[in-house]
């Protein structure tokens, strides 16, 4: 039997939504509190998507101000092809409401936001066959609006509330017939998430719930995906229907862990007595006998970036913004320079610069060059929740930040001029939380290594092989927070702490074996080297020396401890002064 791999998009990617024209197929998703905001994929076979830009990519279309809070901004954008014009209508949470963009091409560019004065989020866009627009919200009502003016032309009806779970939200309305469906997310978007649809002929209602509503839940099964819910519909060119929603991967010990976020599946739609019906969302999706593949496997975005264009990728995405003069590609060309527009990670107004993790093993290194600055590689949930490794004074640093605690692990010196750092994310041989070092006993009495995975930071200095960073600070107050801010300080590599050891290492792939060609690039190479081969296509290793510095309990950075409707960002950083990034590099494990 033939079968895909879901998730068709990894990593922080929810709310899909879906539209077809032609034989080509375009998805948008979430983006929250990131600029730039609604990312756009594209598609000839629903599995294969490939990053084509996104939808709102200039500051006047996204205004994120200072108050906005993590996981406000950006929900649950529809996109829909009508009239020879892509439309994708969303809500900015906190920063103006709902609001329609228009654009001849989906990669754009896309027109201003069209304000529209309606209550509520996650709105739907449906045309009759008059011409008259319909929006959807959640709750649920129906409204009928000038899709060209924003301008509010019948109020909203209650239509259909679900089936009686909390939250019906993320409406879909499509004409499939002589009948309108209408279909929602309801039980709140974890573990009770669910999907239901009812049928009128009319937008306005009155509407037939189906039979077996839910149409598709993972709340109280084993299934390795859970979460699943916020779906789209979509009929494929060769006539078969699709359900883009999406789910989460929760891993480790009760309650379980999801770290990546609510990321985007694919499952085959059947219809039975004018129904859709859905089986479960699988790994390994078996597929309709007449599926057949359209594109590559592989990453929708690259693996690597040496910042050599005059513009940077669309996958990169900033909190808050990205203000003008915070970064540039031509000052030190063929470097991404990044100049501190705020003095620490742990407040809005910070420059970051980062990528969605996409994979639970993977590794993720850059080369730095900090000058006088303070700036480094950082994984974040949020403000309130994130790890980093960052150089200054001559000294690289871990810091965590958990909640009120900020905490400087351990630190190492390091010489003037470019260093290599590294974080290895690995989900195999976890150990407690206790452990803060690689050499910290894994067995503390009472304590359960259950969480999600390890994250193990490293910097690269000169000389060889792979060390572990001996207890103690370098200079000054062991654990001292290189920002001044000293809550909840404790001596570095004392005490309990928010990490776990492990064996492996940043020269190690996340399953400990020796690494083949990684994205390592030591101090004294030239700017290109790092993860090409050599010059008999051997792989390239370093002569750097490897320092792992603290390897850290991953459930600290999970939507379980940090809240919200984001996953983990992996990126780079500078709060003080300016610093220069020769490349990043990302690359999944085993």
């Not at 891993?251 to 019906?277: I, K, M, Q, S």
């Not at 080297?529 to 020396?545: A, K, L, V, W």
Request: aromatic content about 8%; overall charge negative; proline content about 11%.
């Amino acid at each position: 039997m033939r079968t895909y791999e879901n998730p068709v998009l990894a990593g922080f990617h929810p709310d899909p939504s879906v539209c077809r024209v032609g034989e080509d197929y375009y998805l948008v998703c979430s983006s929250f509190e990131y600029f730039p905001g609604i990312p756009v994929f594209h598609s000839r076979d629903l599995v294969h998507w490939r990053r084509i830009g996104n939808v709102l990519d200039r500051p006047g279309q996204l205004p994120l101000p200072p108050d906005v809070p993590a996981s406000g901004g950006i929900y649950a954008p529809t996109i829909r092809h009508h009239d020879g014009r892509f439309h994708v209508i969303t809500t900015n949470v906190g920063g103006g409401g709902n609001f329609l963009v228009t654009s001849e091409r989906p990669e754009g560019p896309w027109s201003d936001p069209v304000w529209i004065d309606l209550p509520g989020i996650d709105p739907d866009l449906a045309w009759d066959d008059d011409g008259t627009c319909w929006v959807a919200l959640a709750g649920v009502g129906v409204a009928r609006i000038d899709p060209a003016t924003g301008k509010v032309l019948q109020e909203p009806v209650p239509v259909w509330s679900g089936s009686g779970k909390r939250d019906p939200e993320g409406p879909h309305l499509y004409r499939i017939g002589e009948w309108w469906y209408l279909l929602v997310a309801e039980g709140g978007t974890a573990r009770g998430h669910s999907v239901s649809v009812a049928r009128a002929r009319s937008p306005l209602g009155p509407y037939e719930p189906a039979p077996h509503n839910p149409v598709l839940t993972h709340s109280g099964s084993r299934e390795p995906v859970q979460c699943t819910g916020h779906a789209d519909l979509v009929q494929a060119a060769d006539g078969s229907w699709w359900m883009v929603l999406l789910g989460t991967r929760p891993r480790g010990f009760f309650p379980e862990y999801h770290v990546l976020g609510r990321e985007t599946f694919l499952v085959p739609v059947e219809w039975a007595d004018g129904w859709p019906r859905v089986g479960p969302v699988r790994e390994r999706q078996p597929t309709p006998a007449a599926w057949r593949p359209a594109g590559a496997a592989g990453t929708a975005d690259p693996a690597r970036d040496d910042f050599e264009g005059t513009a940077l990728a669309p996958h990169w995405i900033s909190p808050h913004g990205r203000p003008e003069g915070s970064w540039s590609l031509t000052e030190r060309p063929g470097w991404l320079t990044l100049t501190a527009t705020g003095d620490s990670l742990d407040r809005p107004g910070h420059t970051f610069v980062g990528r969605r993790q996409q994979h639970h093993d993977c590794r993720a290194a850059v080369r730095l060059d900090p000058g006088a600055g303070r700036a480094g590689l950082a994984v974040r949930m949020d403000e309130a929740h994130h790890y980093a490794i960052e150089v200054a004074g001559g000294a690289a640093r871990v810091i965590a930040r958990i909640g009120p605690v900020r905490q400087c692990l351990a630190e190492h010196p390091v010489p003037p001029g470019p260093v290599v750092l590294a974080v290895d994310i690995r989900t195999n041989d976890v150990r407690p939380p206790t452990a803060v070092r690689p050499g910290d006993d894994p067995m503390t009495p009472g304590v359960r290594a259950g969480g999600p995975d390890t994250l193990v930071f490293s910097v690269e200095v000169p000389g060889g092989g792979l060390v572990d960073a001996p207890v103690g600070p370098v200079g000054g107050s062991a654990g001292e927070a290189p920002d001044g801010d000293t809550g909840g300080v404790s001596s570095a590599g004392q005490g309990g702490g928010p990490g776990v050891g492990a064996d492996g290492g940043p020269g190690d792939t996340p399953g400990g074996r020796p690494r083949e060609g990684g994205p390592a690039g030591g101090p004294d190479e030239g700017p290109r080297q790092g993860s090409g081969g050599g010059p008999d296509g051997e792989p390239h290793r370093s002569p750097g020396q490897v320092v792992r510095l603290a390897e850290l309990d991953g459930r600290y950075l999970s939507t379980e401890v940090a809240g919200g409707f984001t996953g983990r960002v992996i990126g780079m950083y500078v709060t003080e002064g300016r610093a220069a990034f020769d490349w990043f590099a990302y690359e999944a494990g085993t």
